[in-house]
């Protein structure tokens, strides 16, 4: 299956890139995914510590279980107010 | 409890949101806050800051956080405003109003909502300097 990444804020800057299509075999986690994608870009990699991660509109951790049709989005720390 | 959630582009006419508010006499507390935008940081002078949201995951975690302080607090309404996009230094880019039947749960929960918005809902800035034209972080 192919996840689709969503970058926000600076990660764009970062990446170069707003979205990125990632390859993954069916029944791959998250942590997985994240795994993979900063192989491909190294410079997100940096930030991993401090790093959100969403699938849709919901917060999630590296052990969830990816779906076909989801797409995750990756995010520094929010600063609202 | 009544709730609003408005992420606007638009400048905050904090007298006009006032006199929308929704009031009866059987409430006892009206807590209001505004986050302004400062112009200066340690670090130098500061125009303006730029505010961008992922919106639509914005829309649902502010609207997870009201659920809870709904749960929490008796709260009668609560209403609650973010600026988008570039907001000079001296406006609003925060407001929040809550109305409550005591002042405790009023203050509590607005204490608890600007805490916990910024631990959650995907709203970001970068300080736009004084005497650069161009966004930085």
Known sequence: MTVKVHLWSYFRELAGCAEVEVPMPPGSTLGQLLDELYLRHPSLAAMRNSTLVAVDVEYQGPAYLLQEQDEVSLFPPVQGG | ?137
């Open chain 2, 1 to 137: 409890m009544r709730r609003e959630l408005t992420l606007t582009e638009t400048p905050i006419d904090e007298a006009t949101w006032v006199a929308g508010r929704p009031w009866d006499a059987s409430n006892g507390a009206v807590v209001t806050f505004s986050g302004v935008v400062r112009d200066h940081e340690p670090d130098g002078g500061i125009r303006a800051l730029e505010y961008t949201a992922f919106e639509r995951m914005a829309r649902h975690q502010f609207g997870l956080l009201f659920d809870e302080a709904e749960r929490r607090w008796p709260i009668v309404s609560l209403r609650l405003v973010h600026r988008l996009g570039i907001v000079a230094a001296g406006e609003t880019s925060l407001w929040i109003e809550i109305v409550a039947p005591h002042r405790g749960e009023a203050l509590a929960a607005c204490g608890w909502i600007v805490e916990e918005m910024k631990r959650v809902v995907p709203i970001w800035k970068r300080a736009l300097r004084t005497g650069q034209s161009g966004p930085a972080h």
